[in-house]
């Protein structure tokens, strides 16, 4: 691969984390699945729990149409206090795989503004994705987002 296709990749990867992010952080989250293929995996997940091999993430979503449930929860049946997330995303690692998809890493930190304006790092952490290219552009086969912080400080029910 050369340099340039390498820099192209790399820059079309930037922007699906970039919109990613962006849809989460300007409450735009009805656009959240359609960042991933149908048959897809999004977990949230202690940086414990994957290194000791345990399946236990905070939340699982197996399809697209599992996320697209998620979101109508969010909007019209859960009730919680509605976050200001604001990403910072850095680090990102790539590789082509064998199939032409491409595997992934990147730290996230996840900035949280209360409705009284107080700010705090609500999570940090690396995605681990997976991602395909589409008719549509590269969507994300799985995202894992392995998070650092020890505890889940509020109820976790926003995307990361």
């Known amino acids: 691969m050369s340099v340039a296709e390498d820099l192209m990749i790399r820059l079309e990867l930037m922007a699906l984390q970039d919109r990613y992010v962006a849809a989460i952080d300007n409450d735009r989250i009805e656009e959240w699945p359609g960042f991933f293929v149908e048959d897809c995996l ?3 997940v ?3 729990n994957e290194e000791a091999g345990l399946p236990a993430p905070v939340i699982h979503c197996d399809s697209a149409r599992m996320l ?3 979101v109508l929860a969010l909007r019209h049946a859960n009730i919680y206090e509605k976050p ?3 990403h910072m995303v850095s680090g990102m690692e790539w590789r082509q795989e064998a199939d032409g998809s491409y595997s992934g890493s990147s730290s996230y930190v996840v900035v949280n503004t209360s409705v009284e304006g107080e700010s705090s790092i609500y999570q940090a952490g ?3 994705d997976q991602v395909v290219r589409t008719e549509g552009g590269l969507r994300f086969r799985q ?3 392995i998070y650092d ?4 400080q ?3 029910a926003f995307p990361i």
């Open 42 to 44: 999004y977990e949230i």
């Open 46 to 48: 202690s940086r414990e």
């Open 68 to 70: 697209r449930d998620r």
């Open 84 to 86: 200001a997330y604001r």
């Open 126 to 128: 690396r995605y681990l």
């Open 143 to 145: 995202k894992r987002c």
């Open 149 to 152: 912080t020890l505890r889940v």
């Open 154 to 156: 509020t109820l976790l």
